[in-house]
């Protein structure tokens, strides 16, 4: 049986992991491997491929996949948060960009339509390659992601109209006016039908599909869903790429959509190589050599007017210098729509085969070059920033419009030992409420201009600007801080912030939260003095809760977290923590808790009996088991006395054990933690004749009491004690019923 196909397949994958098993040791993105890939298998290369054709029907898949899981990483709430740098921002884009183009192309004899057509194709950036990226260097969440995303949406809904316009700068319009309106409104059709479908069908569907706990069928479905919405979209006159896209977001709002993403990724990874081979299939090496100084003229023109252009919409928007160059570096490429379109303009007579090839080339050079511009683009933001003189209007004047409109009162030059916050997302929110509460000054610098005018208004100290600039640290106060707190989700700029602030004052404290562990050595290098990654944090997080279902005890659980930490988050080294069968207790109460308990030395219980200690009637507990050692005592008597490195088993409510850890801490531990016992609860305990007084390790008043009464302080002459507040505590004597301690 033959299969041309799955022979071409075998070529390019074969090829590909040659090629990117290269690309690897030299530090090339496998982006550009996939491109080189296609340049040599393809029909101007080696001729490998036959089927070129079909090989680009299955990369159409990949970008139909690909933007089927950025709907689902988003929302139809975070689009709407979006608008206005997706209709502005994009709108200021494609505008100056096809201006730009369309004007040079007529200035150098190109007739009006070829030359709107060259700005339409160059209007266009490489959604596939740019959200790639961005992905790979968790860069989404940032501002200059944010805005490139938003950008490269509204660059997807303007491919529509494009694509249509195309007949009319050829001169053969006709009838594609009322078409284009007709088009138009089914597009708004079908935003509609997203909004009602997201609501109120396909939850529901999903949960029906879930419940039958067939992971085969949810994928499928998946997979089924993604592609009709797609052809629903492609059928009426729309991209394929944008109804993926809306069906993202369709299934974005269910509570399945990660179990979505995870398993359409594999699909996505190999469908989308497939579209970068493609593409490095058109180009014509012959060409590309015989005109190779015109390809890079055209490449690197292209590269920086679109840079210029991109970075002047965002900085349109009201965002600073250093964020602007970033989206200008990321957005600079020609995109992959652009190939569809350029194969409508050849086939109405827009262009020639030259032409076509000149563009091709040049697109190309673009796409493989991005990696590395992106790569390089936070280092090269900050050396044009740095360049700029400290009062440059370019560079501030998206930041003192806001700082004016916010109220420019709200800035740190006044203030001393204040906090700095960086970013004002939930971490900041939450750091900035602890500070007020605890009456602690502090200012706050955001990048985005919408959160600055919305907490201003609320009588925020929030203050518009880029933290990496040094006039707007110096403007926070940096130099007068005491703490600076780096709260946001962009490495690169955590990185810049850091820097810039460890100049600017080598004795301010600086905080600095992060993704990942392995950022904690470069962020110390730059002057971080506490680097919180969020990946231990959670990690942590986790352990804590899943030892303390088991029964570990407390001491053991916070003894490893305080390993972890002093190790400077050298994690999971193995530990020998061992669990109790009596875990099993917890799982039948929802209001009470078994927990366990170890009785640190110099405690308040050490050396008393069960008897003496009546921690049910005195403190709400009940104790069910003791093991010393190796030995399990279950369902103790009162005349058991315990031991320090007893490990108890107490069952009672929630609060209450909580509260009442302190009493089997070490005295100085409890007082440091402000867990220690006071009040009633011990003087009943004496009140009762069978307290402190008369539970020395070998019974009776052996002044074993008097000495632990002791415990926490630095003893002195005879019985004096300094307690840590630097009290003396005169214990002389014995302590009999009665007496208060």
């Not at 096809?98 to 030359?115: D, N, R, V, Y």
Request: aromatic share 6%; hydrophobic share 50%.
């Amino acid at each position: 049986m033959e299969l041309p196909l799955l022979k071409e397949f075998v070529v390019i994958f074969s090829l590909s992991v040659v090629v990117i098993y290269l690309c690897h040791y030299v530090k090339v993105p496998a982006i550009v491997g996939f491109l080189l890939t296609g340049v040599v298998a393809g029909p101007h290369g080696l001729g490998l491929v036959k089927a070129a054709h079909e090989v680009e029907i299955m990369a159409e898949v990949g970008v139909v996949l690909l933007l089927f899981t950025i709907g689902l990483e988003l929302s139809l709430g975070e689009l709407m948060r979006l608008r206005k740098p997706v209709f502005l921002g994009g709108l200021a884009q494609v505008a100056l960009t096809i201006l730009a183009f369309a004007g040079g192309a007529e200035l150098l004899g190109q007739p009006h339509g070829t030359a709107a057509f060259i700005g339409f194709l160059a209007a266009l950036s490489s959604t596939a390659i740019v959200l790639k990226l961005l992905q790979e260097r968790a860069q989404m969440d940032s501002p200059h992601g944010r805005i490139s995303l938003s950008i490269l949406i509204f660059q997807d809904l303007v491919i529509v109209p494009m694509m249509l316009l195309v007949p009319f700068l050829a001169g053969k319009g006709g009838e594609a006016g009322p078409s284009l309106l007709f088009t138009m409104a089914k597009g708004a059709g079908i935003i509609l039908l997203v909004f009602l479908l997201s609501r109120k069908l396909v939850p529901a569907l999903l949960h029906r599909i879930v419940r039958t706990r067939n992971r085969e069928v949810f994928l499928v479905s998946t997979l089924a869903f993604c592609l009709a919405i797609a052809l629903l979209t492609s059928s009426m006159g729309l991209s394929l790429s944008l109804g993926a896209f809306l069906a993202g977001l369709i299934m974005a709002e269910s509570e399945y959509s990660h179990s979505a993403l995870e398993g359409i990724m594999p699909f996505r990874d190999v469908f989308t190589s497939l579209f970068f081979i493609s593409v490095g299939m058109l180009l014509d090496l012959g060409f590309v050599i015989d005109h190779l100084p015109l390809v890079i003229g055209v490449t690197l023109s292209v590269l920086a007017v679109k840079c210029l252009l991109g970075g002047g919409a965002t900085l349109m928007l009201g965002y600073p210098l250093r964020p602007a160059l970033m989206v200008g570096l990321a957005l600079c490429q020609v995109g992959e729509f652009s190939f569809v379109l350029a194969k409508a303009g050849v086939s109405y007579g827009l262009f020639d085969r030259n032409e076509y090839q000149l563009f091709l080339a040049a697109s190309i050079m673009t796409m493989a070059l991005t990696p590395f511009l992106i790569a390089g683009a936070p280092r090269m933001a900050d050396v044009v920033v740095r360049l700029l003189p400290p009062g440059a209007r370019l560079a501030r004047r998206g930041e003192d419009a806001a700082a004016e409109e916010a109220g420019g009162a709200h800035c740190g030059m006044d203030l001393t030992n204040h906090l700095i916050i960086v970013g004002f997302g939930i971490g900041g929110r939450h750091l900035a409420r602890a500070a007020k509460a605890a009456g602690i000054d502090y200012t706050i610098l955001e990048m985005n201009p919408d959160t600055v005018r919305t907490f201003a208004a609320k009588g925020e100290p929030i203050a518009y600007g880029d933290a990496s600039h040094p006039a707007v640290m110096e403007h926070a106060g940096a130099c007068a801080a005491r703490v600076l707190a780096i709260v946001i989700s962009d490495p690169a700029a955590v990185r810049s912030i850091t820097d810039t602030a460890r100049k600017l004052n080598p004795s301010l404290h600086i905080v600095v939260r992060t993704r990942f562990i392995s950022e904690i050595a470069a962020l110390r290098d730059l002057g971080a003095n506490d680097v919180i990654p969020e990946e231990f944090e959670t990690s942590v997080e986790i352990f804590t809760r899943v030892m303390s279902r088991y029964l570990v005890p407390r001491a053991e659980i916070e003894r490893f977290v305080e390993e972890v930490r002093t190790e400077s988050y050298d994690m999971l080294r193995q530990v020998d923590i061992r669990t109790e069968p009596l875990a099993a207790l917890s799982t039948y109460f929802t209001d009470f808790d078994l927990s366990a308990m170890t009785v640190e030395p110099g405690c308040m219980l050490d050396g008393m009996t069960l008897q003496q200690a009546d921690l049910r009637r005195l403190h709400g507990l009940t104790l069910v088991a003791v093991k010393r050692g190796e030995e399990v005592l279950p369902n103790p008597d009162g005349t058991l006395r315990l031991m320090a490195g007893d490990v108890t088993y107490v069952f009672g409510p929630h609060a209450d054990i909580a509260a009442k850890a302190g009493l089997f801490a070490a005295r100085r531990r409890a007082w440091e933690t402000g867990e220690e016992e006071k009040g009633p609860g011990l003087e009943a305990t004496l009140a009762d004749g069978s307290g402190l007084a008369d539970h020395g390790p070998g019974g009776g008043s052996d002044g074993g009491a008097d000495e632990r009464m002791k415990g926490p302080a630095e003893r002195g002459a005879d019985d004096e004690a300094v307690a840590p507040g630097g009290d003396a505590v005169a214990v002389a004597g014995e302590a009999t019923p009665g007496d208060k301690v």
